[in-house]
């Protein structure tokens, strides 16, 4: 039988690609360095572990309530009351499997066909492919290092108008960081026309030399999505969460018990002490600008064009336009012939997609060490 047609609208994720190829390179003995991978360099905290391990021993191995456990809804609310001084009330977090289930979960509450959904080019590619399930027309905007790679609000005016926007702050593949005054400017155009506005703060809890803010502070109808993955090294343990206006839990409640029937129950449990690992989150976060910090002028050095300082999450969107190569070609050679990883611009859009490439400095600073020493060593032997 041949695959819908929505199926075969998906493009691949490239990074998932060459990181099987990398693992398989590693395989036959060669050693990589992994620059491409959006995942923390950290274990979990130990006190998370541990309180993973008493739930299985407790055997609180069931399903849980739908939108999550009482106690970690509560947590999240209390967390965004202590850091952000907000009051979100319990019932309006919802927990999901991933924040990657949250956009699911929103996208098919709002979507359809007729309905459109723009989103940041480059920006992160999932959005757009979980939007394509719905049928939705989705709505590119370019974005470049002159407005921050910020969607303005007057780039909204071109038709056709969209219902939904999508926003990563801080932001996958460029790592910058809204000003708060843009998101408040948006989130009053999307509010004129009927529209809602989505904001992806899985990065929140890494950024380096400002202050965030959430987007939860702005109004209580921003959809604001969030997560366990990045900031708490938890990504394996699939646990996110959404913040929604009160009148979308009951629509999207009924979504997630007949798509995932509950959150992972023990990951709900060991999350109830992330919040409480305050110390060695802000030690991942500190290691993670170390690591930026060095990365920018060495890259800077062999040729790559870093246009912003990035301010979050962990990566560096670079240019290549001085090698003469396609990204993809880069990315294949690099990783073929100086055993480096890198993520092509292609992952991320269209726009200027042939000539970026996104490094993570996810990895420990002697591996990013190694892999410029290798990339300089290979990018010398190319002239
Ligand atoms: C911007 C952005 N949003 C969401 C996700 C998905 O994260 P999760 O592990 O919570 O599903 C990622 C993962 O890389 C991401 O980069």
């Not at 004129?192 to 809890?205: H, P, W």
């Amino acid at each position: 039988m041949d695959i819908s047609k929505r199926a075969s609208q998906i493009s691949p994720f490239y990074v998932m690609e060459l990181l099987e190829k990398a693992r398989m390179m590693e395989l036959q003995g060669h050693r990589v360095i992994h620059m491409e991978v959006g995942e923390p360099g950290f274990e979990t905290p130990d006190s998370i572990k541990s309180a993973a391990a008493a739930a299985l021993a407790e055997g609180k191995t069931f399903y849980t309530h739908s939108l999550g456990i009482p106690e970690l809804r509560q947590a999240i609310s209390d967390e965004y009351a202590a850091s952000c001084g907000i009051y979100i009330p319990p019932d309006r977090i919802i927990i999901t499997n991933g924040s990657s289930a949250a956009f699911v979960l929103i996208f098919a509450t709002l979507l359809e066909p007729g309905r459109t959904l723009a989103l940041s080019d480059p920006g992160y590619p999932c959005y757009k492919n979980i939007a394509l399930l719905t049928d939705c027309t989705i709505k590119p905007i370019e974005v470049s290092p002159e407005t921050n790679y910020e969607i303005l609000p007057q780039y909204l005016d071109e038709t056709p108008w969209p219902d939904l926007l999508v926003i990563a702050n801080p932001s996958n593949p460029t790592g910058a960081v809204y000003r708060p005054e843009t998101v408040i400017a948006l989130h009053q155009r999307m509010s004129v026309a009927g529209g809602l506005l989505v904001v992806d703060e899985i990065y929140s809890g890494l950024t380096y030399d400002i202050d965030f803010s959430s987007s939860a502070s702005i109004s209580d109808d921003i959809v604001v999505v969030s997560g366990f993955s990045k900031a708490y090294a938890m990504t394996g343990w699939r646990l996110g969460w959404m913040i929604v206006p009160s009148d979308l839990v009951r629509p999207i409640q009924k979504l997630a018990q007949n798509l995932f029937i509950a959150p992972p129950s023990i990951s709900q449990y060991a999350a109830l002490n992330a919040f409480d690992e305050k110390e060695e989150l802000a030690k991942m976060r500190a290691l993670y600008k170390e690591r930026r910090d060095f990365l920018i002028p060495r890259l800077n050095s062999l040729g790559f064009v870093i246009s912003r300082i990035p301010d979050g999450a962990f990566y560096i969107y670079a240019g290549i336009e001085g090698f003469g190569m396609d990204s993809m070609t880069f990315v294949e050679r690099a990783l073929e012939e100086a055993g480096v990883a890198i993520t092509p611009g292609y992952d991320f859009g269209a726009f200027g997609a042939s000539s970026h490439v996104r490094f993570s400095y996810a990895d420990r600073i002697e591996n990013l060490k190694e892999g410029c020493q290798r990339l300089e060593v290979w990018l010398k032997g190319l002239t």
